[in-house]
Structures are given as C-alpha cells and as structure tokens.
C-alpha cells in the first residue's frame, strides 16, 4: 500500500517536470524565434528571395550542395514561366549558339558524313584550311590526333568536337585515300569557316532568278547582295525569294534585305512593348530592287525575321506570298549577357506589320508545350491541305497599301496558297527515308563513279549524264541489301520522287547546293506556281 500510494505521489510531479522539460526543449529549438535566427532575408538583408534561398541552402542544408548548379536548374524554371521565347542560355552552350548568326566558327574546312561508321569528306570548302594541305572529296578521316575516330561508332556531333577548334589552333588527321596505299597524315591550322545562310541562287529561266535564305545572319546581306549580283548579271528582272523553314534571326538583317525592295518612306515594320515605346522602321530608297518583281515563299516553318520580309513585302503591295500559313513568331528578343558568361533572350516588345497585324500568334505563358503542338493541330486540322480549313476573325482584318483585306491573328497569310502534295508518297518511301537509305546510296554512289561525274561543271548536262545511268535499279538493290523489303505497287506510286532525290543527292556530292536544288525543284510545286504568278503580274 506504501508503494502504491508513493506511485501515486511521485508520478504527477515526474510527469510535471517531463512537460517543463519538453516545452523547453520546444522552445530552444523548435519556436519562431529559433527559426528566425535561420531566416536567409535576415541573413542577408541586401539579397532577393531566390539569393536568399540559394546562400541559405549552400550554408545550412544538411550535405554539401553545388549552388552553380542549382541556379542553372532554377533559372530556366522562372523563365519557362514567361512566353515560349524567352529563353536562359547557359555559357557552355552560348558560342555554339551565337556561331549560326555570326556566321562562321574554327574548323578545318570540310562537309564530312558518316558512311559505314567511318568520317567520309563529302566536301571541301574552297581556299579553306583543308584545301590548302591537300585534303580531298572521297578521302575517308580516319584519326583526329592520337584518337582513331573510324569503325568505333562515334557521333557526328563528337565529330565536330574535334575538328572544330579555336581559329590558329593545329590539328593532325590522318586519311585513307583510294589508291594511295597507306595512311596520309595531315597538320591543318584550324581557320574561320563560314556558316553560309544563303543556300543557292541560280536563274530558273531566263529572266526568273531564284534565292534560297536559310536564316538571317551576320553574313546574310552580304551574300544576297552577292547572289543578286550573280542573278542580274545573267539579265534576271523578277526574283523568287525562298523563306521555307528558315526560322528567322537578326532584326537588322531582315531590314536591310526588305529595304533593297521598297521605296523610300514605305514602312517594313514596328516595334512596340511595354517598356519600349513604339518605334517605326521605314525604308531609305537606296534598294537595288525596288523594280524587280518578286514572289516571296513561306510555310509553316518560317518565322520572325522571315515574317517581317513577307509581311512588308504583302502590307506594301510590293509582291506576291506563295505557299503556306507561316508560324506566328512575331515576339522581340533581345540578349542579356550575364557575368558567368551564360544568356538570357528576353522578350522586349512585339513585332507588327506595317498595316497594324501583330505577327505574334496567342499563347498562354508558361504553356510551351501547347505553343509549339500548333503546328502539329494545324496538321491534323488540315490547315496543309485545305485553303478553306482556316477560319480568320473579322475583327482581325487590316488592309494593305492599296486597300487589300489580310487577316491578323499571328503568322502571315499567302496570297496565294498552295497545299502540300501527297500523292507520291507512299510507305515504302517514308522506309526509305526513315533509314537514310536515299541519302547512302547517293554517297556511295557519287564516291564509286567520282571520276566519271566530278569532271560536268554545269547542273544540266550532270543531270543529262545521270538520266542515261540504271541508277534506280542499282537503287532498289541496294536496299533490298538494307533489308528494305520492296513494295511494287508503292514504288510505281513515289517512283519520281525516289528518282528525282536520289540524282539531287548525288548531284550534291558533287556541286554542292549548286547542283541539288536545281534537280529537286523539279518537283517543287510551290516554285512552279510562284513562277506562274510572277509571269501573270
């Protein structure tokens, strides 16, 4: 009974003393006060939230913690919150990126493919590095230094890696060549090697000049003006500018090419956002074309600077749009450099066509993935198809220079819309291509029959050489060799596309873009059209 009754004396007061004890320990350790001491804001009053947060975590978690890397992880997650293009550019990736709009990089000077998992030179550039030491189309590279880079199923991006290099820098190859015998070793002094982003110009008839843009670079004006040079002097007066895929780039380029077609005080376009006031850009009347007639080609894939030339070029009734609804990238960026050496493209303002259309078309911010599967719901809308397929708002209508209706909304319209052609694809075809097999035959082919082929300085009579040759049945042997089971009914039905892309490709083997487009634009619905109109104006 003496037990039980202490039991019950004691037990209240150790029970008591436990609760003292445990809200001390609460109070030392786990109250706001404790907190607060911890607080990165009052850690660091002249930081921002995100600073704060980071220093806090570098200092106080728990396990060592590389705070570089975990700002390159948070920078993109704000800004992914923002339009689709602003973007964080991290330093490691900035030259590769700025290099297709300065328009040139340290190489040694060759188009290389990879054909049996080894470096095939398909191209030297002419006064390059490579052509200096004696390097040929057909030699195969071999070793890059001490590294053997044949047969050991490198990529071609790691490719680049080692011939690209700092303008100066040496680097040893070694080649096979044909009938050589032995391994030929070579010291190239990498060299600037421009990034051309005018893929071709060539007189498709004889007045009708055609120029292919690939984007607008640094480079761009330079080589139109060139090219255009090329094309008066074999008497072209009117002139298809090809904007298909090229994706846009430089503001002032896409300026000046626009201003060599319009007159003095036409508008080409503005710019307006909220911390940038409006600002107007009109043409100076120095243009070198501003009599020629021109029909300007977009599709689905040209965009920005692309828009702004085509949208001046319809706004002004200064020519003709063929082809297809362009993208709708219509939003300013302009490049911020930050002390790590990394980037942020921040949208500033917004373009707008010289009657009023903003070019940009809706998005929702931080909805990215929705942005860019437009494209692919334009697609299945039949949007590529079908001209009655796009509905326009009324509310969006703007008129051109002489009173024409066009329709806002984002992108730029054709005046003249051309769907895509299906007709001669076939699945058997999409086999082939899905497998590069076109592409490999066309290298090897061009490789094995180089003697014969490399001595035709001209497009037409390579093509009328090649028209002579079994080529299409050397073809179907080859890929029934690929495992490429041969279908006769789908062949019958993409046979001219299969001919035509195979004599192109062979053709680009040997003459560069000088000889591929010529041959593919025999089927280039868009570019004969576009010659129809220009004949009608």
Not at 280 to 307: H, M, P, R, W
Not at 348 to 370: C, D, F, H, L, M
Not at 520 to 534: G, P, T, Y
Request: hydrophobic share 35%; net charge neutral; charged share 25%.
């Amino acid at each position: 009974m003496t037990a039980n009754k202490s039991r019950r004396i004691y037990l209240p007061v150790v029970f008591a003393l436990l609760l003292v004890f445990g809200i001390y320990i609460g109070r030392t350790f786990f109250t706001p006060g404790s907190v607060s001491k911890h607080n990165p804001l009052l850690i660091y009053p002249q930081t921002n939230k995100i600073e704060a947060l980071l220093n806090l975590i570098e200092e106080e978690y728990v396990d060592t913690i590389n705070k570089t890397e975990l700002e390159e992880k948070v920078i993109p997650e704000i800004l992914k919150n923002l339009d689709p293009h602003t973007v964080y550019i991290p330093a490691k990736n900035l030259a590769e990126v700025n290099e297709e709009l300065e328009g040139n990089f340290g190489g040694i000077g060759v188009q290389f493919s990879l054909q049996d998992d080894t470096v095939m030179v398909v191209a030297v550039v002419s006064g390059g590095p490579s052509e200096k030491v004696g390097i040929l189309p057909g030699d195969r590279i071999i070793a890059v230094d001490d590294s053997i880079i044949a047969g050991v199923k490198i990529s071609t991006t790691n490719v680049m890696k080692k011939l690209r290099g700092e303008i100066g820098t040496k680097v040893k190859v070694g080649v096979h060549r044909r009938d050589a015998g032995k391994q030929l070793d070579f010291e190239i002094v990498r060299g600037p090697i421009p990034i051309h982003s005018v893929d071709v110009a060539y007189m498709i008839d004889e007045k009708t000049g055609y120029i292919k843009i690939d984007r607008f670079a640094q480079n761009t004006y330079q080589e139109f003006l060139t090219s255009l040079a090329k094309l008066k002097a074999n008497n072209c007066q009117q002139v298809v500018i090809d904007l298909r895929g090229n994706s846009g780039g430089l503001l002032d380029v896409a300026f000046r090419l626009t201003n060599e077609f319009l007159k003095k005080n036409e508008m080409i376009f503005y710019t307006q956002g909220k911390s940038q006031p409006r600002q107007d850009v009109y043409a100076n009347g120095a243009g070198t074309c501003q009599d020629n007639k021109v029909v300007v080609l977009i599709d689905e894939f040209s965009a920005s600077a692309s828009e702004i030339f085509s949208g001046a070029i319809q706004d002004n009734d200064r020519g003709i749009i063929v082809g297809r609804r362009s993208f709708g990238k219509g939003l300013v960026q302009s490049q911020i450099p930050l002390p790590d050496g990394s980037a942020i493209r921040l949208t500033v303002a917004r373009y707008y066509t010289p009657s009023g259309r903003s070019i940009q078309k809706p998005y929702e911010n931080g909805n990215t993935s929705e942005y860019y599967q437009d494209i692919y719901n334009r697609f299945e809308h039949g949007e590529f198809f079908e001209k009655d397929s796009i509905k326009f708002d009324d509310e969006l209508q703007y008129k051109t220079k002489s009173g024409r209706v066009v329709y806002g909304g984002g992108g730029i319209m054709p005046d003249v819309f051309v769907p895509r052609d299906t007709t001669l694809f076939s699945d058997y075809y999409w086999t082939l291509q899905s497998k590069g097999t076109t592409y490999r035959f066309a290298l090897q082919y061009a490789d094995n029959n180089r003697e014969a082929i490399q001595g035709f300085n001209d497009v037409k009579s390579l093509k009328a050489y090649l028209d002579k040759q079994p080529i299409l049945r050397e073809f179907l042997a080859f890929a029934k060799k690929e495992g490429i089971k041969y279908k006769a009914k789908q062949f019958k039905q993409s046979r001219k596309i299969i001919d035509i892309q195979l004599k192109a490709y062979i053709a680009r083997n040997i003459m560069d873009n000088d000889g591929f487009y010529p041959i593919f634009h025999e089927m280039d619905q868009v570019l004969k059209r576009a010659v129809e109109e220009l004949n009608k104006q």
